[in-house]
């Protein structure tokens, strides 16, 4: 038998990743692989940065959670002239435990899509969609 949840007890558990991870995460881009996980260390070369809103995530609904607000991130001298971002890291306000990973580009079909994949040190780059559904629909 397949385990199912409402969708009150899905937004629930979307809604508590944020509470989790805390007011003003940093949003990390590498270009490195994605790692196995969160729990494993970091990839690549961190090539941006930047704090994400207070209040990072809209409210779930119908068992998905979109990003709330501007998130921008500032090209990091390791950029150089442009590196292209292969995924991201959301982490804690210290930049030292990582709640959220996934892949980054701006193709549409990466979990975290951008207006600009590309970075060069001191780009600003735009987070045009990011969203995650819920598993066990």
Known sequence: MTIQLSVAVRNAELDA???????DPLLQIFDGALPANCAAADSGT????????????????????????VWEVFGLPAAGAGTDGVYFRIKDATGTVCGIQGTF???GTEDMVADNSNIADTQVVTVVTFTFTAGNA
Do not use: F, H, Q, Y
């Open 105 to 107: 580009g701006e193709a």
């Open 46 to 69: 961190m090539i941006a940065e930047g704090t994400l809103p207070t209040d990072w995530m809209d409210d779930a609904a119908s068992g998905s959670k979109a990003k709330l607000g």
């Open 17 to 23: 990743i944020e509470a989790t991870i805390g007011v």
